[in-house]
T-cell receptor
Framework: DAGVIQSPRHEVTEMGQEVTLRCKPI?????LFWYRQTMMRGLELLIY????????DSGMPEDRFSAKMPNASFSTLKIQPSEPRDSAVYFC?????????????FGPGTRLTVL | GESVGLHLPTLSVQEGDNSIINCAYS??????FIWYKQESGKGPQFIID?????DKRQGQRVTVLLNKTVKHLSLQIAATQPGDSAVYFC????????????FGKGTKLSVKP
């Protein structure tokens, strides 16, 4: 298995631009998580899905952030408009809920820089 | 002014020594715990897990100990190697059935050759 796939790996954009981050979870996993990691705040959960349905989006910073999961193999995290304070590494993770095993498997991350 | 970053606890050990990384978890209802390793520039990687019906579990060179009485988790790494240098996170499931994890702040392990 290729593991969780994220794209792009690096994104540099200017303030005000729209940014879309993409994630392909591990095949068969029914949970998908989006995290943000910064030096200031550490690892923060933004939103997670179960069977493509958003379960908890309380970690989404504000309305500029949105996430979708149109099918079991694809999710996007969009920031519109982007701001310099959104600069961070964004991780996607997935897990399989059967047997109460909550192990999450992380992708390599997308390093976002907003100028 | 300068921004203040997250100050991670740091553990510095000599190559070949054993390392012990500690974690205090928050939710007494948690019944599943995981240790992750994050190397620079990479995502967190699963190392080892343990359920609350156990107090010890061993893997290859790693051992996790769970003390539910004081809500304490530890990761022991035997014969620490330079490749073990990373940030280590503990995570707990909060006891719920929602599938999400609660992550600790992390501990940075530095291995001196």
């Amino acid at each position: 298995d290729a593991g969780v796939i994220q794209s792009p790996r690096h994104e540099v954009t200017e303030m005000g631009q729209e940014v879309t981050l993409r994630c392909k979870p591990i095949s068969g996993h029914d949970y998908l998580f989006w995290y943000r990691q910064t030096m200031m705040r550490g690892l923060e959960l933004l939103i997670y899905f179960n069977n493509n349905v958003p379960i908890d989006d309380s970690g989404m910073p504000e309305d500029r952030f949105s996430a979708k999961m149109p099918n079991a193999s694809f999710s996007t995290l969009k920031i519109q408009p982007s701001e310099p304070r959104d600069s961070a590494v964004y991780f996607c993770a997935s897990s399989f809920s059967r047997g109460r095993t909550d192990t999450q498997y992380f992708g390599p991350g997308t390093r976002l820089t907003v100028l | 002014g300068e921004s203040v970053g997250l100050h991670l606890p740091t553990l510095s050990v000599q190559e070949g020594d054993n390392s012990i990384i500690n974690c205090a978890y928050s939710n007494s209802a948690s019944d599943y715990f995981i240790w992750y390793k994050q190397e620079s520039g990479k995502g967190p990687q699963f190392i080892i897990d343990i359920r609350s019906n156990m107090d010890k579990r061993q893997g290859q060179r790693v051992t996790v100990l769970l003390n539910k009485t004081v809500k304490h988790l530890s990761l022991q790494i035997a014969a620490t190697q330079p490749g073990d240098s990373a940030v280590y996170f503990c995570a707990e499931n909060g006891g719920g059935s929602q599938g999400n994890l609660i992550f600790g702040k992390g501990t940075k392990l530095s291995v001196k050759p």
